[in-house]
């Protein structure tokens, strides 16, 4: 099963998100920020990444994605950014006109099966690749 870590730091959207993935027979690795999910995909790097934009900084997670398209075992990892920025006074903030290194998109709140839906396309693809 894919190895999720979950990004952000909101410890209830953390702990649900947790719940629903591991029910679900998914194994969860958890930060409350960007410089430590950083440094947890770094000695030990997750299927995927549920990320969330704002964190410490207002776009923590965008910086976090940006780096790991620097580092070439991480690249590859596959990225959902989820957020609430489109609901605060930080949405213009948001640069929406460049490339963002990312594989899927969901506003907060996240349905729960919309996501796993969404994990499982992803996972499904990583097994078949790496069988290849």
């Known amino acids: 099963m894919c190895r999720v870590l979950i990004v ?8 649900i998100t947790r719940t629903i ?9 958890t ?6 999910a950083l440094d947890i995909m770094r000695s030990d790097p997750p299927d995927i ?7 410490r900084t207002i776009l923590d997670g965008l910086y976090v994605s940006r780096e790991m398209q620097t580092d070439p075992r991480l690249k590859n990892t596959r990225v959902i950014m989820v ?8 949405a213009s903030e948001f640069p ?13 709140p996240v349905n729960p099966k919309e996501l796993l839906a969404t994990l ?3 996972c499904t693809h990583r097994r078949e690749t790496s069988a290849a």
């Open 96 to 108: 929406t006109d460049e490339y963002l290194p990312i594989d899927a998109w969901f506003s907060k």
């Open 31 to 36: 930060a409350s920020n960007g410089q430590q």
């Open 120 to 122: 499982g396309k992803m």
């Open 49 to 55: 990444v549920l990320l969330d934009i704002m964190m």
């Open 83 to 90: 957020t609430s920025i489109a609901d605060t006074p930080h």
């Open 8 to 15: 952000d730091d909101d410890p209830d959207f953390v702990e």
């Open 21 to 29: 993935l591991e029910k679900e027979g998914y194994q969860t690795l």
